[in-house]
């Protein structure tokens, strides 16, 4: 099966691997944890694991600093343990992606090492004085080179859209070292995928080369490299962290994310949805800004409506755009003074919308963004941005650390949620009125029906509270994120509307009641 039918019908599930599941009692979450808890995704019905990275690295940055890009790093496990696990996801019908750091190695990779001490070697960007974002050598080279994030991540060079007599380093994208650089990320992508992994989440794939203002020599290298793929791994998946879908698919990608960050607006889609300024924030973001999914009810819907719009537009039947209900980098939905209560609205929306959903390992229990957490690992990108709370280990049941861990608690990755009522997976799996039991029944009624995912029509009856609309013909859904109940006439809806997942959403002939933080998916008559 081609990567272009099976992610029309999948639950991504993103695994951060030093806080899932400790296995070996260091306090650090690892493969074989993982595989330890396969049945937890069977059960839920997610159907591909991507996992953060998890190669060699120094983890200056929490392995976005990839120090080897063919070996797993000890703290994980082995390439044994990977094997392993990518085997019995397999035998579960769980497919598993890993996450390719692109645009950017370690500076203690063996790469960038070398080229620090050969004047020769253009595998990273190298400038002959101090110019503007490039840091001193660390090797015997003179000189200064470009990093791509932090300073310990130096930029591979993938070359330059434009090249200027004045700035040397600004090599064209088919110089030896850019070509060696597009050579070797094949390479990488060859030997995962020869051993199994079902494709790769792409860091920062809008890196790559660099002053290309409308991305198209980036675009250009990665459609070269989507040829190869639909040729060498045509069952293979690659998605991008772009945040601009309607560019990232065309030039090659099967889906890309909204996040929170990127496109023409600085990641407003995604914001515009969940961020209610309690948890991550950077400050290029500028002052508070309303959501839709917030008790206030002040938010909007047209902002993201209008981007997926634009997507759907561009993209065709080409790819997918895809929408995490939050990530390692992002606040959790349950963040500040939004409870468990007002979740399933947001989750009801997730599972039912034509995206492909992107579950943030911990979100489908009600985890929640916890302020005050150290940082750790790089965690921190400003004054009010530590990503760390978002980071902090899985909760699976009430023993000693939650489950994550037999560690002595000071040993852990980062410190548990300290709340005495932190939502747990066991405590949850006995509570058929749970998050986590509204979050499998949703997957297994998206499944079940091809009208609720990406191939599924949408009609939009509703953008203000509630938000109303109907999947393919067939199913309405109804959405109330604010605390107050309203209601809503839809006067072409005359078809008898039966009751599938319903919670405090009435519908009789063309009105619509919703009550506060409601969520109704219902069953058209024919």
């Avoid at 945040?243 to 990232?248: E, F, K, Q, W």
């Avoid at 600085?266 to 961020?275: A, E, Q, V, Y």
């Avoid at 409506?305 to 759907?312: I, K, V």
């Avoid at 963004?369 to 990108?381: D, I, K, Q």
């Amino acid at each position: 099966m081609t990567a272009q039918h099976w992610l029309a019908d999948a639950v991504l599930y993103q695994i951060y691997p030093q806080s899932f599941a400790d296995s070996n009692g260091d306090g650090i979450g690892d493969l074989p944890g993982i595989k330890a808890h396969l049945d937890h995704l069977s059960w839920l019905g997610v159907d591909t694991m991507w996992i953060n990275p998890c190669f060699v690295s120094p983890f200056n940055d929490a392995g976005y600093d990839v120090a080897d890009y063919t070996r797993i790093a000890p703290r994980y496990g082995t390439e044994d343990d990977l094997a392993a696990l990518t085997a019995a996801a397999g035998e579960r019908g769980i497919r598993v992606m890993l996450d390719l750091v692109a645009g950017h190695t370690s500076d203690q990779h063996p790469w960038f090492v070398h080229s620090a001490a050969d004047p020769t070697d253009d595998r990273y960007i190298w400038a002959d004085r101090q110019a503007e974002h490039f840091v001193a050598s660390p090797g015997t080279r003179e000189g200064f080179y470009l990093p791509n994030f932090f300073d310990s991540q130096p930029a591979l060079n993938f070359g330059y859209a434009r090249t200027h007599p004045d700035e040397p380093w600004r090599l064209p994208v088919d110089a030896p070292g850019p070509l060696a650089n597009r050579r070797a990320l094949r390479d990488v992508m060859d030997f995962w995928l020869s051993r199994g992994i079902a494709g790769f989440r792409v860091d920062m794939a809008h890196s790559l080369v660099k002053d290309d203002a409308d991305r198209t020599e980036t675009g250009r290298i990665w459609r070269e490299l989507r040829d190869w793929l639909d040729t060498a791994h045509p069952e293979a998946a690659i998605v991008a962290e772009w945040s601009d879908p309607a560019v990232s698919v065309p030039a090659g990608f099967h889906a890309d994310f909204f996040l929170h960050f990127g496109g023409d607006s600085d990641g407003m889609p995604l914001r515009s949805l969940w961020n209610n300024n309690a948890g991550t924030r950077k400050e290029t973001w500028g002052g508070p800004q309303d959501c839709y999914f917030d008790a206030e009810a002040k938010g909007s819907m047209s902002t993201f409506l209008d981007a997926w719009r634009h997507a759907r537009e561009v993209i065709g039947d080409r790819g997918f755009s895809a929408l995490p209900s939050s990530n390692h980098d992002f606040s959790r939905l349950a963040c500040g003074p939004r409870t468990a209560e007002q979740l399933g609205a947001a989750l009801t929306f997730l599972l039912t919308w034509q995206t492909v959903p992107a579950i943030y390992a911990g979100d489908e229990i009600g985890m929640r963004y916890v302020p005050g957490m150290p940082v750790h690992e790089g965690s921190a990108l400003g004054p009010n941005h530590n990503r760390a709370g978002c980071r902090t280990p899985m909760q699976w049941d009430d023993g000693p650390n939650a489950g994550f861990s037999t560690a002595e608690p000071d040993a852990l990755y980062l410190p548990l949620d300290p709340a005495p009522d932190r939502p747990t997976v066991a405590a949850q799996r006995e509570d058929a009125d749970s998050v986590l039991h509204l979050v499998r029944r949703l997957i297994t009624l998206r499944k079940a029906n091809p009208e609720l995912g990406p191939a599924g029509e949408v009609e939009i009856l509703s953008t203000g509270y509630p938000f109303a609309y109907i999947r393919g013909g067939r199913f309405l859904v109804v959405v109330n994120p604010g605390r107050d109940a309203v209601t809503l006439d839809v006067p072409a809806l005359a078809r008898a509307a039966s009751p599938v997942e319903v919670k405090g959403i009435t519908v009789d002939g063309g009105r619509v009641e919703a009550a506060g933080f409601s969520y109704g998916v219902f069953e058209l008559a024919p």
